[in-house]
Nanobody, 115 residues
Framework: LQLVESGGGLVQPGGSLRLSCAAS????????MSWYRQAPGKERELVAT????????YYSDSVKGRFTISRDNAKSTVYLQMNSLKPEDTAVYYC?????????WGQGTLVTVSS
């Protein structure tokens, strides 16, 4: 069971980044996938979730209208397109899946929004 995030980096306010999370070890198309983030000194928070079929996505109020979560079941990959980035979006972003008996997390990818 493995989730590997990529795509983080340093971006200026107002800029965009696209995060990717490659999954392996389970039947990706059967499960909802989520992105969480943890800013320095703060608790980890749910950012977005996409169900197995890819419809009825969920977004936290803080990112709604700016971030888009999507998935490619053929590639076992989930994405997070982040637009209009703000300094308060700075955090380590984690990919997550809740299987029947275990919750799996990726190692995280750092996003820094700063001028």
């Amino acid at each position: 069971l493995q989730l590997v995030e990529s795509g983080g980096g340093l971006v200026q306010p107002g800029g965009s980044l696209r995060l990717s999370c490659a999954a392996s070890g389970f039947t990706f198309s059967n499960y909802a996938m989520s992105w969480y983030r943890q800013a320095p000194g703060k608790e980890r928070e749910l950012v977005a979730t996409v169900p197995s079929a890819g419809d009825r996505t969920y977004y936290s109020d803080s990112v709604k209208g700016r971030f888009t979560i999507s998935r490619d079941n053929a590639k076992s990959t989930v994405y997070l397109q982040m637009n209009s980035l703000k300094p308060e979006d700075t955090a380590v972003y984690y990919c997550n899946v809740l299987l029947a008996l275990v919750e799996v997390w990726g190692q995280g990818t750092l996003v820094t929004v700063s001028s």
